[in-house]
């Protein structure tokens, strides 16, 4: 800061740097602040629009997230979502998986419409990026699933549900304790449909499952 000067761009991303390291070492407030400091300095010598901006807006709104403020969070995210659209084009990888940090954002405010409408965006993304049975795929399938289920369309949650449990069980092994929520969710899902054997052989692995890994 003495040779530079506290707001020059030299400083900031240090500032910058120093706040990912304590994101990942568990502190988000000191995360959080630092973060704000060099997002401030930044955006005075690159521009509010810059695409490196887009990258510390997310990990300042994953850092509000972390602290429970996810209104704060949705708005860095559209705004970073908007500079990597223009940057990359809506169709990049990148946007996919601002798209996703997103809709979970709306996913945790209760807003499960526009969760749905950002997974659904950002799902043929990651399919052409990683290829259809990916795990990063399944992920965002399961988190649409859970849209779905929120919004009450059972079918389209099944649909979904169905499709990632092979990707899961290809990538964990078919009593890894990460399938017992997918299981439990699509058994639920055709619970609601009227298939109550469906429901019942799904929610039994899912028991055995959480049984042997929780005791």
Excluded: C, F, W
């Excluded at 997310?58 to 979502?81: C, H, I, Q, S």
């Excluded at 399938?179 to 054997?197: Q, R, V």
Aim: hydrophobic content about 35%; cysteine-free; overall charge negative.
């Amino acid at each position: 800061e003495k040779h530079y000067g506290p707001d020059s761009y030299e400083v900031a991303l240090i500032v910058e740097h120093l706040g990912i390291t304590y994101g990942q070492l568990g502190d988000s407030k000191k995360q959080r602040d630092l973060l704000e400091r060099a997002s401030l300095i930044l955006e005075k010598h690159i521009g509010p629009a810059h695409n490196k901006m887009a990258t510390i807006l997310t990990n300042l709104g994953n850092a509000y997230g972390d602290l429970g403020d996810v209104d704060k969070e949705r708005e860095l995210l559209e705004r970073a979502l908007v500079i990597k659209e223009a940057h990359y084009g809506s169709d990049n990888y990148q946007v996919a998986v601002t798209l996703t940090n997103l809709a979970t954002a709306y996913g945790n405010l209760g807003e499960a419409n526009n969760q749905k409408e950002l997974l659904e965006k950002a799902l043929p993304i990651m399919e052409a990026h990683y290829g259809p049975d990916n795990y990063q795929v399944a992920m965002t399938l399961t988190n649409l699933g859970s849209a779905y289920g929120d919004l009450g369309d059972m079918n389209k949650q099944r649909v979904v549900l169905e499709k990632a449990l092979p990707i899961m069980e290809a990538h964990y092994g078919p009593d890894n304790y990460h399938m017992a929520k997918t299981l439990a969710n699509l058994g639920h899902a055709y619970g609601e449909l009227g298939d109550i054997n469906k429901k019942r052989e799904l929610l039994e692995r899912a028991i055995a499952i959480k049984e042997a890994h929780y005791g």
